[in-house]
């Protein structure tokens, strides 16, 4: 069970329905061993009414002391009768059956008795009026016909425990909505800070609280903001490294182009050296942004409905103008038609950088071969879009780390090729950014296949 508010209802609730139960059970058993002897309160009251009739049968005569029983019947409920020493009814209403055994029981032990018979339970107790002669009274109870005393704990009771347990049950799920609301409110605002609103704070509410929870809530306000304060920073830092760095790569194409003027034919070679090498700090440059505001969160994402096919239709035809100058192609195999929601841009640069990698690593006179496929993974529908090149592929031990920044197989065949490490780092932020997974692994027959799954949009 993952909640906490119902583990807190639930334990509580158990243990004071376990407490309840077991009292019960408790006073079950306790009444219980009463039961031969009958009930203290039972026995007690049977007790003086009997004392009490003798008293009267032998004072006043057998008038007087129905009278006294009638009084009694009224008020409680038990329609008594009086026996003599011979078990001869002598007082009280009509002889109920199966008295005439009970009072010979009770004449023997001089103890209570009870008796059930038939859907009647007559309890008789033994007096001894202030000459010495014996009676015997036997009670009827109206009010619990046919019940012994045990039964009519466990009636009586269990009609007590239910309120016990329905209060109970009000006061276990208050307190288990006091623990578990506020956590819900913490959690709440994590993830608002997780998805890079970086203004998410605690509430006032929180705040105020004088418990571990209080506490918890100021310092992650506290923790939140010096968050914040490091991102914007690292913004400034960014923006000021690129203004800083992008200026002389501007100036250093115009003292290039001046140079190749001015410069003879020997020194072609080098000035073209010269200018991959600033279009490469160019895109590093721009890759290293890119990292940056999808890592922290700034890359905001806007929510339209992107048609896959065309976007990759478009990557492709870009891809393979580029890739047919060193000897290579780029493939559109099977494109299914598939809508999802994002950002075009990320999604785009995303599955261009997977595209570009194979083309890097692909073997020369090889293709790179792209499909799109609809599928469905657990009831819901997913855009899979493979990338696969024809190349060395990446040794087993190396596959989960292709998607860590500056992360390079070997580095002599990346400075070679001009990878920087960064291209597959950008993709997988993205993709996860958008709900989806990226995941790579070698082919059977080789080279690197990258697998990208994106939620489909339902309109599709």
């Given at each position: 069970?993952?909640?906490?508010?119902?583990?807190?209802?639930?334990f509580?609730g158990l243990a004071?329905?376990?407490?309840a139960?077991?009292?019960f059970?408790a006073?079950a058993?306790t009444?219980r061993?009463?039961?031969?002897?009958?009930?203290p309160?039972?026995?007690?009251a049977?007790?003086?009414y009997?004392?009490t009739?003798?008293?009267?049968?032998?004072?006043?005569?057998?008038?007087?002391t129905?009278?006294?029983?009638?009084r009694?019947?009224?008020?409680?409920?038990?329609?008594?009768?009086?026996?003599?020493?011979?078990?001869n009814?002598?007082?009280?209403?009509?002889?109920?059956d199966?008295?005439?055994?009970?009072v010979?029981?009770v004449?023997?032990?001089?103890?209570f008795?009870?008796?059930?018979?038939?859907?009647v339970?007559?309890?008789?107790?033994?007096?001894?009026s202030?000459?010495?002669?014996?009676?015997v009274?036997?009670?009827?109870?109206?009010?619990m016909?046919?019940?012994?005393?045990?039964?009519?704990f466990?009636?009586?009771?269990?009609?007590?425990?239910?309120?016990?347990?329905?209060?109970?049950g009000?006061?276990?799920?208050?307190?288990?909505?006091?623990i578990s609301?506020?956590?819900?409110?913490?959690?709440?605002?994590?993830h608002?800070?997780?998805?890079?609103?970086?203004t998410?704070?605690?509430?006032g509410k929180?705040?105020?609280?004088?418990?571990?929870i209080?506490?918890?809530s100021r310092?992650?306000n506290?923790?939140?903001?010096?968050i914040?304060?490091?991102?914007?920073a690292?913004?400034r830092?960014?923006g000021?490294i690129?203004?800083?760095?992008?200026?002389?790569?501007?100036?250093?194409?115009v003292?290039?182009?001046?140079a190749r003027?001015?410069?003879g034919a020997e020194?072609g070679?080098?000035?073209?050296?010269?200018?991959?090498?600033?279009?490469?700090?160019n895109?590093?440059i721009?890759?290293?942004?890119a990292?940056?505001?999808?890592?922290t969160g700034?890359?905001?994402?806007?929510?339209?409905?992107?048609n896959?096919?065309?976007?990759?239709?478009?990557?492709?035809?870009?891809?393979n103008?580029?890739?047919?100058?060193?000897?290579?192609?780029?493939?559109?195999?099977?494109?299914?038609?598939?809508l999802?929601?994002?950002?075009t841009?990320?999604?785009?640069?995303?599955?261009?950088?997977?595209?570009?990698?194979?083309?890097r690593?692909?073997n020369e006179?090889?293709q790179?071969?792209?499909?799109l496929?609809c599928?469905?993974?657990?009831?819901?529908?997913?855009?899979?879009?493979?990338?696969r090149?024809?190349?060395?592929?990446?040794?087993?031990?190396s596959?989960s780390n292709i998607f860590?920044?500056?992360y390079?197989?070997?580095?002599?065949?990346?400075?070679?090729?001009?990878?920087?490490?960064l291209?597959?780092?950008?993709?997988?932020?993205?993709?996860r950014?958008h709900?989806?997974t990226?995941?790579a692994?070698n082919?059977?027959?080789g080279g690197?296949?990258?697998?990208?799954?994106?939620?489909?949009n339902?309109?599709?």
């Open positions: 069970m993952r909640s906490l508010f119902l583990r807190i209802l639930l509580f004071m329905i376990g407490a139960v077991a009292s059970a006073g058993i009444q061993r009463f039961s031969d002897k009958g009930p309160f039972l026995t007690h049977l007790g003086i009997a004392q009739a003798a008293d009267i049968f032998e004072r006043e005569g057998p008038a007087a129905n009278e006294y029983l009638v009694v019947a009224r008020t409680s409920s038990m329609d008594a009768q009086l026996f003599d020493a011979n078990g009814r002598v007082a009280g209403g009509s002889q109920p199966g008295d005439r055994a009970l010979t029981r004449l023997q032990t001089g103890s008795e009870h008796l059930q018979v038939g859907g339970f007559l309890n008789a107790v033994l007096a001894r202030a000459k010495g002669t014996a009676y009274l036997v009670a009827v109870d109206r009010a016909p046919g019940r012994p005393g045990f039964f009519r466990l009636i009586f009771d269990s009609a007590r425990l239910t309120p016990v347990l329905l209060i109970g009000l006061l276990c799920f208050w307190l288990a909505t006091y609301s506020p956590l819900r409110q913490l959690r709440a605002v994590t608002e800070l997780a998805e890079g609103r970086l998410a704070r605690v509430n929180l705040l105020n609280r004088r418990d571990e209080g506490y918890l310092d992650f506290l923790m939140a903001d010096r914040e304060s490091l991102v914007d690292q913004r830092l960014l000021d690129s203004h800083e760095l992008r200026s002389p790569l501007a100036r250093l194409g003292a290039l182009g001046l003027r001015r410069a020194a070679t080098a000035l073209d050296r010269i200018e991959r090498e600033g279009e490469r700090l895109e590093l721009g890759q290293l942004l990292l940056s505001r999808v890592e700034t890359e905001q994402i806007d929510r339209t409905d992107i896959l096919p065309a976007v990759i239709e478009q990557i492709v035809e870009d891809a103008f580029e890739a047919q100058e060193r000897n290579r192609s780029v493939v559109l195999g099977q494109c299914e038609p598939c999802v929601t994002g950002t841009d990320l999604i785009r640069s995303a599955i261009e950088n997977v595209v570009r990698n194979a083309m690593y692909t006179a090889t790179v071969d792209i499909s496929h599928e469905a993974t657990n009831g819901a529908g997913r855009a899979v879009i493979r990338v090149d024809h190349g060395d592929g990446v040794p087993e031990e596959i860590r920044p500056f390079r197989v070997g580095d002599d065949r990346d400075r070679m090729t001009g990878g920087s490490g291209g597959l780092a950008i993709a997988g932020r993205a993709v950014l709900g989806g990226i995941r692994s082919a059977k027959d690197l296949l990258v697998e990208i799954s994106l939620p489909i339902d309109k599709d």
